[in-house]
């Protein structure tokens, strides 16, 4: 015999399961509409993807998965889609959400499905993607997304599967049907999940002993199989995850963490079944089991029924009779909530509707003074204490709450069961938790509000260093350039070789900046590597993030809503970072079509000065001047075609643009104080490569510059500048005309060149 | 659609405090009806009066607190603390002398502390303890029990006369037997036993059938699950060990045997009907055993050492003030959690 633990607490409420089980499974039919909620699961809601009027299929996806913690809702029969607006949902809260509305045709029309004879030719990564596109989520109470719980972390070692046959609410009897009229397929969805948790110990399907004939029915399934069936005594609540952990194990999930922490991953025994049908034979979760119950139901038993079948469809089915029943639950009588309307539909969680009479479960008689006879925490499976929980939630003292584990308090209303008093001692925590909850989220969002307040205050100040650095480089440049003048070959290459690190670098940055916010000069190596190590890193922020989101909703724990914020964040984060580093791959392979043009343009520079590295000093001068002519026509024609589509990349394109050209501008200018200077190579002149142009004409200012006296030279110096800050006032004037952006630009190199100018005339003769 | 909605759980307990309190007061049955067979209609006349004043000071004071008086009456609580009170005063108390115990009990001990639930301190004891300290010599004067002197004990009307304090109605009345041990230093613990016809099999007659009686009820209790067996298993525990210890075979200087100590004087009533009042005791599991045992052995010393007869109720209002400190360090452990609440409080 296996050792089987047992958990403290617990309560034996009568079972009533009987009633339920007279009959097999029954199919409860076509209704004529069908109400799909977006949200059956926990994790963001689905988005449609049909329209109103639009006809489905039987089992086509109609909503679809929205970021990592959520499934796709699919059409349960074939029909027309009627509408898809906000309806009342099953929820304890009574709330209004989207849902899809098909009025179904009857003719239960298949979409075509795609079976697989042998799922283990697959991989793992695509069977958690089908299990996920069959909209599979936990069927036996919180709808966890299964292939979230699933997909563990490869470093988390797995050793025992558990298999929750357990079904420990009185009156609900969904499993213990299926496990005695479908344990072969039980069987197989388990064999599924072997294959992709690969459990290095054993597999086991933990049932109470209240349920002889579907444990026999499981063992005789389940005979050839490594597989064990463990039985243990009925008790309230037993099925809990963490609860039936402890009893297979004896482990204990350490507090706000994960089953798979202690090796144990952990389904409920309706899932596998769908896992299996899903797996096998390509059908998306449309049908589920359910108990329909209650001394208020003339003919109590379980259906298979639709998802979205309106719960009324389904109680008359069961033979409900209103005016005997006062409260409609959906789920048990222990931790089930009451409908305020009977038009909701059955979900994916929905194991049992139980419409008991008045005498059955009387209205809540009024509550007492708290005694303080310790029997709620006696029957606490999680070792709280409830009576001190519940002054405390009284008196508000919210801290104390917490240090007490109220975040532990799986809700199971055992206490509440005990307490002689009749204390609604589950309300009271409910209560307690949503509240504190809410303060940790206003916390959490005016603590984002200040960091993003000092975030910007930061990228301001260092903005400011940066222009401040910029300007000081740039002062520093021009002195040297002044103190070069007697090497015009020198100060020519210079100045050619210096714009592809100015302004087409400033381009190259800004639309990177633009983008992804990152930081100055790199290779197209080191953009991809760091692109790829962003991709990384989302990725690992993402997957740490759905941990902890899977763990916070596992426990309940009060910063679940910041945390799935956080999580759709990051996901979005890595869709950005996947998009970049796509976008760069098939810029640096040398698509010049691709749809990026800043990463296009990036690529090309970094190219063109990869390509300048081993070439002579004369040759990267000329290449520039051609490069640059190039790439301002391809320049102009890309932002022409950018302007036309109203891409939004034709600001940075425009920008990209006037920068070439300014660069080009000034070399040419460069070019023409060099030929104005020396008359006997203005022949040459007529060549129209201005970067041979360059070239001849600075060697012949050498030539020319040796022969004259430093006096000379300074005078020319001090001409060819005088003619460069004319220029380019008559430049900055045309530009502020225009309203170019460039203007800044080009008042930078005004002041530049004024400054050096200056500075020449201070000194003429001595420069030389 | 007039649906009812109401949070979950929807199933509840058997269990009400009403119905806690109504077993507690049937489980007093036997141990009164030995009383009342050994010393007469005397305690039950103390119950009936005890009973009528709780009631109608309770009524009285919900009015003036305004709470609904139908409502709280109905959990039987202050009748359950007129009945202890009742069975723990000398049978055919006058009737001020009950008066002044209820007064104290649920005015006092219960209402000012906020009513039922609030109360830190056990009521009927509170009325006791003041009582014995205000009338030392009302509060040790026990009947006689039957076959003892004359062999006859207080009829229906006797007793009730002489609650009222009519003139005529002379019961004789003596020391108990833990009274007459512990002023005794002359004789072998034996000899005393021979000497006094009040002694009987195991203690004091009519004493030991008390006990006995209150034992039945509380294992009724213990049965129906009333309290756990934590608090009250661990005091009698303590009491016989402690007394087991001090046992010296019979000397004159002797404190008594263990079966002695357990059915003498009110310590199954104590054990299982005041140790066990769950508003007043510790909480978990683990602090009612230190709760228990802590009483078992604060009898016993008192017993013994101290000026007192009987100890029950000083033993309990003690353990009272300890019982939130015992409920601080006895937190157990939660689920999934290494250390206990404290100790991280303390991290
Ligand atoms: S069960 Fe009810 S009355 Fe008893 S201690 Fe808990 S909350 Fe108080
Ligand atoms: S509802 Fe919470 S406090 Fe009450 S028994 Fe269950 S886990 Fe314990």
């Known amino acids: 015999m296996r050792k089987i633990w047992d958990i403290h607490g617990g309560v034996h409420p009568p079972e009533n399961k009987t009633q339920s089980l007279q009959r097999g499974i029954e199919n409860a039919g076509i209704p004529p509409v069908l109400v799909h909620p977006l949200s059956q699961h926990i994790g963001a809601p689905a988005a449609p ?35 898809i607006e906000h309806r009342e949902i099953p929820h304890p809260s009574g709330l209004l959400a989207p849902c899809i509305v098909i009025d179904t045709d009857g003719k239960d029309e298949w979409i075509e499905l795609d079976p697989v004879d042998d799922y283990t030719t697959l991989e793992k990564a695509d069977l958690l993607h089908r299990i996920r596109d069959c909209g599979i989520a936990g069927m036996g109470g919180a709808g966890f997304p299964s292939a979230v719980k699933l997909s563990t972390r490869d470093d988390a070692v797995i050793d025992t599967l558990i298999i929750n046959g357990t079904e420990c609410e009185p009156y609900i009897t969904a499993d213990d049907m299926l496990m005695r009229e479908r344990a072969d397929q039980i069987i197989a969805g388990i064999k599924i999940l072997q294959y992709l948790i690969q459990p290095t110990e054993q597999t086991l399907i933990g049932v109470e002993d209240n349920k002889p004939e579907g444990i026999a029915a499981l063992r005789q399934a389940a005979e050839d199989s490594n597989i064990e069936i463990v039985v243990f005594p009925t008790k309230y609540p037993s099925g809990g995850e963490k609860q039936l952990i402890q009893i297979l194990t004896g482990r204990e999930v350490p507090s706000g963490g994960l089953p798979a922490d202690v090796g144990i991953v952990c389904q409920n025994i309706g899932t596998t079944v769908a896992i299996h049908r899903a797996v096998q034979f390509g059908e998306p979760l449309i049908s589920r089991i359910t108990t329909v119950t209650g001394d208020a139901c003339s003919a109590p038993g379980n259906f298979e029924v639709l998802l979205g079948t309106p719960v009324d469809y ?100 055992a206490c509440s069961y005990a307490c002689p008093s009749n204390i609604p001692l589950v309300q009271y925590y409910r209560a307690s938790k949503a509240e504190i909850r809410k303060q940790q989220q206003e916390k959490v969002k005016s603590e984002h509000a200040k960091a993003r307040f000092e975030a910007r205050q930061l990228r301001i100040e260092r903005e400011e260093a940066e222009k401040e650095a910029r300007r000081k480089a740039r002062q520093e440049a021009a002195k040297k350039k002044a103190a070069a003048g007697k090497d015009p070959i020198k100060a020519a290459q210079e100045k050619a070789a210096a714009p592809a690190v100015d302004p087409a670098q400033a381009a190259i940055e800004k639309a990177m900046a633009k983008r992804s916010g990152a930081a100055p000069e790199e290779s197209s190596e080191e953009t991809l590597a760091r692109l790829q190590k962003a991709v990384e890193t989302a990725e690992k922020r993402l ?3 759905s941990a902890k989101l899977k763990e916070a909703e596992a426990a309940d724990a009060p910063n679940l809503g910041a945390l799935q914020t956080a999580h759709e964040r990051m996901t979005e984060k890595l869709a950005k970072a996947k998009e970049e580093l796509q976008q760069h791959q098939q810029a640096s392979s040398g698509a010049s079509d691709t749809d990026d043009p800043a990463a296009a343009a990036i690529a090309r520079a970094q190219a063109a000065r990869a390509s300048k590295e081993d070439k002579s000093p004369l040759e990267k001068a000329q290449e520039q001047v051609a490069s640059l002519e190039k790439r301002l026509t391809k320049s102009e024609q890309k932002l022409a075609e950018a302007k036309e589509s109203g891409s939004d990349t034709a600001e940075v394109l425009e920008q990209s643009t006037a920068k070439l050209r300014e660069k080009l501008d000034s070399a040419r200018a460069e070019l023409a104080q060099i030929s104005e200077s020396e008359a006997p190579v203005a022949a040459a002149a007529s060549t129209n490569d201005p970067a041979q142009l360059a070239i001849e004409k600075a060697m012949a200012a050498r030539e020319a510059a040796a022969k004259l006296s430093p006096e000379d030279k300074a005078r020319k110096a001090l001409e060819s500048l005088e003619a460069r800050v004319e220029k380019t006032r008559a430049k900055l004037a045309e530009a502020e005309e225009s309203g170019a952006d460039t203007v800044e630009v080009l008042r930078d190199t005004l002041a530049k060149l004024e400054d050096k100018l200056a500075e020449a005339r201070k000194d003429p003769g001595v420069e030389g | 659609m007039a649906l009812l909605t109401v949070s979950s759980p929807h199933a509840h307990g058997p269990m009400s405090t009403a119905t806690v309190m109504r077993l507690v007061l049937l489980s007093t049955l036997p141990g009164v009806f030995a009383l009342t067979y050994f010393f007469g209609f005397g305690t039950l006349s103390n119950i009936l009066l005890a009973s009528l004043l709780a009631l109608g000071m309770e009524a009285l004071i919900l009015k003036i607190r305004k709470r609904p008086i139908g409502f709280y009456l109905n959990d039987c609580s202050a009748l359950v603390t007129a009945v202890l009170l009742g069975i723990a005063l000398p049978p055919a108390s006058p009737w001020w002398i009950l008066a002044v115990g209820i007064l104290f009990a649920i005015v006092f001990a219960k209402h000012l502390y906020g009513g039922m639930g609030y109360n830190p301190f056990n009521p009927a004891m509170v009325g006791y303890v003041v009582l014995l300290i205000s009338f030392p010599v009302q509060m040790t004067s026990w009947v006689a029990p039957i076959g003892t002197f004359n062999g006859e004990v207080l009829g229906p009307i006797d007793a009730l ?37 009040q002694f009987g099999t195991l203690a004091g007659v009519g004493w030991e059938w008390a006990n006995i009686g209150f034992l039945l009820g509380g294992l009724y209790l213990l049965y129906r699950r009333v309290f756990t067996w934590h608090a009250p298993i661990s005091m009698l525990l303590s009491l016989t060990l402690l007394s087991a210890l001090f046992y010296d075979g019979g000397s004159s200087a002797s404190g008594g045997s263990p079966l002695f100590h357990l059915f003498s004087g009110a310590t199954m009533l104590g054990a299982f009907f005041i140790v066990t009042d769950p508003v007043t005791s510790a909480v978990s599991n683990k602090g009612r055993i230190i709760y228990g045992a802590c009483i078992g052995i604060l009898v016993y010393l008192i017993r013994v050492w101290g000026n007192y007869p009987d100890a029950i109720a000083f033993s309990v209002l003690l353990m009272n003030f300890a019982a939130p400190l015992l409920d601080h360090y006895t937190q157990p452990r939660t689920y999934g959690h290494k250390k206990k609440n404290l100790q991280k409080e303390a991290d």
């Open chain 2, 161 to 197: 006369m002489r609650t009222f304090s009519f003139s005529g109605v002379d019961a004789v009345t003596m020391a108990t037997p833990l009274d007459v041990l512990k002023q005794n230093n002359s004789l072998l613990v034996e000899d005393l036993w021979a000497s006094n016809s």
């Open chain 1, 543 to 545: 997957e740490s993030a």
């Open chain 1, 314 to 413: 389904l109680l008359k089915l069961g033979g409900f009779n209103q005016a005997q029943c006062l409260r409609l639950v959906m789920g048990g009588p222990m931790m089930g909530f009451t409908l305020k309307d009977t038009s909701v539909p059955v979900v994916k969680t929905t194991n049992c509707l139980l419409a008991p009479t008045t005498e059955e479960l009387p209205p809540p008689p009024p509550a007492q003074a708290c005694i303080r006879c310790g029997l709620c925490a006696e029957a606490c499976p999680v070792s709280l204490l409830p009576q001190q929980m519940y002054w405390f939630a009284r008196g508000k003292e919210y801290e104390k709450l917490e240090d007490h584990n109220l975040f532990d308090c799986i809700e199971c209303g």
């Open chain 1, 49 to 83: 993807i049909v329209e109103v009027g639009q006809r489905v299929l039987k089992g086509q996806m109609i909503a679809e998965a929205k970021g990592f913690v959520s499934v796709p809702v699919h059409a349960a029969s074939s029909g027309t889609v009627s509408a």
